[in-house]
């Protein structure tokens, strides 16, 4: 009995040992550290979040870089996931929904607000935008009337640049896959953009070009990007320069779900009009999707004649010009 004893302990006592070393390895060594990682993104927000994009923003810290995620809205929802300091809302948004305005949900998310950057483009063929506070991307599904959105935010004062872009990429892809979503991704991703600077009124080659600027002499600079069928959300901006350069009118184009998020009429089959004296709206039938686009055009309070003939003609100009250049028809303009 006492051999038996001693072989027992001489076998326990190794195997307590490697049990002991292979913890301290796991929770230890930096690749015990990698798989931790992976093991809490199998769970964490529906798995829909990459391990290789996303370690740049957590530094594999499982609890200070994936602090939060939840379920919202039931299940028509949407995640909402924070990664490092960068949050990430999720959704499956099928081309019916619209905003009900009731409880918070997933438009109010893609209508959170603007910055002083203009959206730009992603490069790759992705369809999105980036304005370097956040992020967007959206893939359409082949089979089905939906598409994927993925729109990220920051915590802090960090730069929404081209690693930003690519971890909501690469979740898009996921998300696709997770929700059995035929979409087809896009390629390598441009740089982080420069951001736009203002030019001459007479310079419009981009979002702005359309606009009829030559007589309105209040319009002392504009500020656009490059368009790009891939564009998700449009602006144009033109502005003053008296004691300093404020904004005076803010031309948008919204495509797609951004459409769906945005579009001002409150009624069915309202698809132009006006809210107020500083807000115009128009919309057009654009293909592949039932979403009509819907261009914006506002007013500032810096504007203190009346402008409301160059408003019109400014959203007519920059809704041709947009609408024209993804083959979208039947624009309704406010009457």
């Not at 939906?146 to 915590?155: C, P």
């Not at 008296?242 to 005076?248: D, I, K, P």
Request: proline residues 5%; charged residues 25%; aromatic residues 8%.
């Amino acid at each position: 009995m006492t051999v038996i004893r001693r072989l027992a302990l001489y076998v326990a006592l190794p195997l307590a040992l490697a049990v002991v070393a292979g913890y301290g390895w796991y929770r230890l060594s930096d690749t015990g550290k990698r798989w931790r990682y992976e093991d809490k993104l199998a769970t964490y927000c529906q798995g829909l979040i990459p391990p290789e994009e996303s370690a740049g923003f957590t530094d594999y810290d499982t609890e200070r870089g994936l602090p939060n995620d939840v379920h919202r809205g039931g299940s028509d929802g949407y995640e909402f996931c924070v990664v490092g300091k960068t949050t990430l809302t999720i959704a499956l948004i099928p081309e019916s929904a619209r905003d009900d305005d009731g409880a918070r949900g997933v438009f109010d998310e893609l209508r959170s607000s603007r910055t002083g950057t203009l959206p730009m483009s992603l490069g790759g063929g992705w369809h999105g935008y980036t304005d370097l506070n956040s992020t967007a991307v959206v893939l359409d599904c082949g089979n089905k009337d939906a598409s994927v959105v993925v729109r990220t935010g920051r915590r802090g004062r960090a730069v929404a640049g081209r690693t930003t872009a690519e971890l909501a990429a690469a979740t898009a892809v996921r998300a696709a896959e997770h929700w059995d979503c035929e979409a087809r991704p896009g390629g390598r991703m441009s740089p982080t953009p420069a951001e736009p600077e203002e030019e001459s009124r007479f310079a419009a080659k981009g979002t702005c070009a359309g606009i009829p600027m030559r007589d309105m002499d209040i319009v002392h600079w504009i500020k656009e990007t490059p368009t790009a069928d891939s564009l998700m959300t449009e602006t144009c901006v033109l502005g003053e320069t008296e004691a300093r350069a404020e904004e005076l009118f803010q031309a948008r184009a919204y495509f797609g779900p951004f459409a769906q998020a945005w579009h001002p009429g409150g009624e069915p089959g309202r698809d132009a009009g006006r809210h107020g004296s500083d807000f115009l709206w128009a919309t057009a039938e654009c293909p592949g999707t039932s979403a009509r686009a819907v261009f914006t055009i506002s007013t500032t309070d810096y504007v203190h004649e009346d402008v409301e003939d160059f408003a019109r003609a400014a959203l007519k100009g920059f809704a041709e010009r947009s609408a024209g250049q993804r083959g979208c028809t039947d624009l309704k303009l406010p009457a």
